[in-house]
Every structure is written in structure tokens, then in C-alpha cells.
């Protein structure tokens, strides 16, 4: 298993998981706020709709579906 | 050097014909993983197997962000590095997306592709126990469901927007393809007690914060269904920015068609020999091509959009999920360009994808001209270092 911090609070999860699927597994259903304040998470699941971005080990606008979870990794969201 | 763009079926297709032609290929992929999104974490696939020992270079995480077709190159970006790719021959098989309609609710949490629920479950995502509803067309709801199901999920509905008419037309079709027959009775004998409704779609959802319950129309019937999540597909749209954003017939460019696998499969394996120089090897192929091709029509016809889909938005319903932008906004316009100028649809970072394919089934506009980057792209690398 793989521990990663995810806004401030340790998290345990599968490695070989996208970041998008260990913050859902995790519990954090709000990915980012739209341009109008709603909350948003995932929906294309594959890297083309950006709904699912994160800021990962202080790099914004990550695409959590793309990319890997990693030991250690911090996200916030 | 022949690169290819795109490691899913075509992609990878493409790349082991051009290597069976002695032909040296990389591949560039944006995903973390080769087998695109219909085998994504797929361990058991051959064809993925074969790709992973093939000795093929491939570059994942990796996205193409600007082609220059005269000079055969193509600025990439992974991991916040970019570089530049030179290729003699660029085979370009990017795949598809899914086309997703706007209607209430439709921007809460909860609320997935059908293929995007799918590929986040192949990513880790558990549903186990997870109440589901399945909405939009074609024959991937039902693979989505299977998939699942098999992992847990309480599948409740299946609301498929054709007519029952409509998929009995495919009969005849399906006859000449006896392994999707097979296949399908596989995926009928997975779904046994899943609710399978047709002439029914997804009329809204509705939640605090988050996806609790979706309202489902069908005929004269209309209802709530509670849910944990909801998998919402209306077909698949070409991944063709880069091909467009390359101009009109670029040298050395051959184009790997998408759509239904088989199609792309064998698209991949024409343009792989054609590309390495074996045009009469592709040629054989292209019996297997035209049927695959047919199949890919009739499911076209079969599963084509109701009207009905294009008054699910209201006023307030987003359209443009990235800048926000409603139904009621973008009325009036005649075109693409002259809405995105006018309310910013198109220009948030989705660069259309999302809103684009919606626009055009909601108001006829044709998309855009595409210009680059494709992608969105840091600064740095767009513009080279300055000398310190």
C-alpha cells in the first residue's frame, strides 16, 4: 500500500491508482471549484475534461485521472 | 523513424505492423499506462502483452502540444519537460472521447462518463456496493455495466435513449459479426436482473454538493432513482485536434479512423504497414477493414441521438463546464467562434473538448479552426530558455 497526504491528512491507498481514483477512494468528493463556485470531481475519467485538477506536490492544474499515485506524494485539492 | 501518437488499440496495432515491417517506431502516449481507454489496466490483453515486449519505445505521460507538419516535428510534454520529436512518418491514433450532454445537474460530483466510471474503477476507484445508474447510448453501457457489476456495484438501471425499434435494426448486422454475438450474449448473461430500459434517458440529477439521486424518463413514465453514482455516456467523438491542427493533408500523416475497436484496430494495423512502406500488405486488409467499418456504421444508425436530448438543459444548466457558461448564454449565436468570443465557452482549459461536441449537437455549430498548443502547455515549454 501506498501513503500519500491529501489536503493536510494522511492517506493509505492501492499503488498502481490514479491520484483521481485514490481521492475518491479517500473520501475528498470535491476536486476543485468551477469558475462559479460549484463543487466538481471527475467526469471523463481519461484526461480531456479537467474537471478532475489538482494541485500535486505543489504543481496546480494536474490532471489527477493521468497521473499515478506515488509514496508520499501530497495533494490538495 | 515512424512516431506514432496514441497507444490504444489503433496505436498499438499501428506500431507492431510498422516493427513487423522492420521499421523503427516510438510511441506517445498520455496516459500512464499503453492500451488506451478500452483495454486501460487491462493485464490479460494480448495485444497489450505483445506491445509491452515488443521492445517498442513508448513514451507515456506524454502529450503531443504542438505539430509542425513541414518540419515533421512535434513539441511534447511529460512530467513538465518538454521535447522535441522529429519523425519521417506520424501515424496519428488518438482515439475517441465521450460525448457528454448537458442537463440538470449533470456537473455534480458523482456524475461520470459511462466509459469515464469505468476507466476511474480500472484506476482503483472501489464500487463495491456503490448504487449505480447507467444512462446515454450505445453498446458500451452495457460492457460498463457488466464491469461494474462484476466489481460489486448495484447496477439499478440501464436507460439506453434508442428505441427498442432502433436496436432491433441491428439484428441483420450483428449476424455477420458472430463474435459480438457471442459477446453479447456473454455481456446479457452478466447484466441478468439489470433493469435494461430503452427509449429512456436521464433527465436530471439532483444532490447537495454531490450526486444522490437522478430523475429518469422513459415513454409516459417518469422517476427518481437514488444513486452513489451515475455513468453517462452519449457515444464517442474523435480525438482529432491534432489532425486538424495540422493543416490539409499533411505530408507523412496517415490517420489511424476511431470508433468501434474493431475499426480501430485494424485502421491502426492499414496505416502502421502503409506508413512503413508496405502499401500492398495494407491493402489486404482492407476487406477486413470494410466490414469492420460497416459494424461501425450500423451502430451509427442504431444508436444515433434522439431530439429529445438536445431540451434536457434548462436556462442555468452549464453547457461550458470549464468557464461556466449557461444554455441561455449561448443562445442567439450562430457559430462556435462567435460564442467563445462573446462568453468564453471553449476557452477554458478543456480547449472545447467537453462543451464543443455538446454545442454542435445542441445548436449545429461546426467546430472551430484548432491552433496551438493543443494541450494546455507551460510556458516553458513553448519558449526556449533565454541565455543567462
Given at each position: 500500500m501506498s501513503t500519500i497526504r491529501v489536503n493536510g491528512r494522511e492517506v493509505t491507498v492501492t499503488p498502481g491508482s490514479t491520484v483521481a481514483a485514490a481521492l475518491l477512494q479517500a473520501g475528498e468528493g470535491t476536486f476543485r471549484r468551477s469558475v462559479s463556485g460549484e463543487p466538481r470531481a471527475p467526469l471523463c475519467g481519461m484526461g480531456i475534461c479537467f474537471e478532475c485538477c489538482v494541485t500535486i506536490d505543489g504543481q496546480p492544474h494536474s490532471r489527477s485521472c493521468q497521473i499515478l499515485v506515488r509514496e508520499g506524494m501530497e495533494i490538495e485539492t | 523513424m515512424i512516431v506514432v501518437v496514441g497507444a490504444g488499440p489503433a496505436g498499438i496495432a499501428a506500431a507492431l505492423r510498422a516493427q513487423e515491417c522492420g521499421a523503427r517506431v516510438t510511441v506517445i502516449d498520455d496516459n500512464p499506462n499503453p492500451g488506451g481507454q478500452i483495454w486501460r489496466a487491462d493485464d490479460a490483453n494480448t495485444w497489450v502483452t505483445r506491445f509491452r515486449s515488443s521492445g517498442i519505445p513508448l513514451l507515456s505521460g506524454s502529450r503531443v502540444v504542438w505539430a509542425d507538419a513541414k518540419a515533421h516535428s512535434l513539441l511534447v510534454e511529460a512530467d513538465g519537460v518538454a521535447s522535441t520529436i522529429h519523425f519521417d512518418k506520424l501515424i496519428l491514433a488518438t482515439g475517441a472521447r465521450e460525448l457528454f450532454l448537458p442537463f440538470p445537474g449533470s456537473t455534480l460530483p458523482g456524475v461520470f462518463g459511462a466509459g469515464g466510471l469505468q476507466v476511474l474503477a480500472k484506476s482503483g476507484l472501489p464500487v463495491a456496493g456503490k448504487r449505480v445508474v447507467i444512462g446515454g447510448t450505445g453498446p458500451l453501457l452495457l460492457a460498463v455495466a457488466a464491469y461494474l457489476r462484476q466489481h460489486g456495484a448495484q447496477v439499478k438501471l440501464i436507460a439506453e435513449q434508442a428505441n427498442i425499434q432502433s436496436l432491433a435494426g441491428l439484428a441483420p448486422e450483428l449476424l455477420r459479426h458472430p463474435k459480438k454475438v457471442l459477446q453479447g450474449a456473454s455481456l446479457q448473461w452478466a447484466l441478468a436482473g439489470v433493469p435494461y430500459r430503452t427509449g429512456c434517458w436521464i433527465e436530471s440529477a439532483q444532490g447537495h454538493g454531490r450526486l444522490q439521486s437522478v430523475t429518469v424518463r422513459g415513454g409516459r413514465d417518469i422517476w427518481t432513482e437514488d444513486c452513489d453514482y451515475a455513468a453517462i455516456g452519449y457515444g464517442l467523438v474523435p480525438n482529432d485536434e491534432l489532425r486538424r491542427s495540422m493543416?490539409?493533408?499533411?505530408?507523412?500523416v496517415y490517420v489511424a479512423e476511431t470508433g468501434e475497436v474493431d475499426l480501430s484496430f485494424v485502421e491502426g494495423e492499414i496505416a502502421g504497414l502503409t506508413a512503413a512502406g508496405y502499401p500492398e500488405r495494407a491493402l489486404l486488409l482492407h476487406p477486413k477493414r470494410d466490414k469492420a467499418r460497416g459494424f461501425a456504421a450500423a451502430l451509427d444508425t442504431t444508436f444515433a441521438l434522439r431530439d429529445e436530448l438536445r431540451h434536457l438543459a434548462k436556462p442555468g444548466t452549464f453547457v461550458c463546464r470549464c468557464e461556466d457558461v449557461t444554455f441561455e448564454r449561448l443562445q442567439g449565436y450562430t457559430n462556435f467562434q462567435a460564442a467563445k468570443l462573446h462568453t468564453r465557452c471553449g476557452m477554458g482549459p478543456c480547449q472545447g473538448r467537453v462543451c464543443g461536441p455538446a454545442a454542435q449537437f445542441l445548436f449545429g455549430w461546426e467546430p472551430g479552426s484548432v491552433r496551438p498548443p493543443i494541450f494546455p502547455a507551460r510556458i516553458g515549454s513553448l519558449v526556449p530558455d533565454k541565455p543567462a
Open positions: - | 493543416g490539409e493533408n499533411p505530408a507523412d
